[in-house]
């Protein structure tokens, strides 16, 4: 038995060690919003922070995670930061078939918050890892610009 520290609650876990995390989080625990992609830590899709780091689910044990704080699509709307980024992304209409952006949105969220205020460069290479399909990425790019500039100035 392991204790996921979920979203800010307790969760405990009859999994074997080396589970996947991201199996943890969407077929033990129920927590949807995180998606599975290529699980090979390749594309992004299932990226979670876990003690604020972006992190690949699919390629983390889930023993690696049990004790810390693990945050997911879910709770991001309680963080001021990822709800900047929720509503420029709403805002620009950056989704297209949606699957790749909350994956997208985890990574964008661990960028501001270390990053109040990136470069070009800095955002493309801090969303390198999150492929889209859809090919959404100037949307993204520009979205991320949006959110840190509101929170800059206090408007988020
Ligand atoms: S599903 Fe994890 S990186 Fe692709
Ligand atoms: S919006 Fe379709 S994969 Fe990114």
Known sequence: ML????NGKDHSLDVP???PLLWAIRDVAGYSGTKFGCGMGLCGACTV????QATRACVTPVS???GKKITTLEAL???PVGQALQAAWLELGVAQCGYCQGGQL???TALLKGNPNPDEEQIESAMAGNVCRCGTYNRIRAAIQVAARKLREGKA
């Open 49 to 52: 922070h876990v003690d604020g």
């Open 106 to 108: 985890m990574t964008a």
């Open 17 to 19: 060690e080396d589970m």
């Open 3 to 6: 204790t996921l520290n979920l």
């Open 77 to 79: 709307h309680a963080d």
């Open 64 to 66: 690696v995670a049990a």
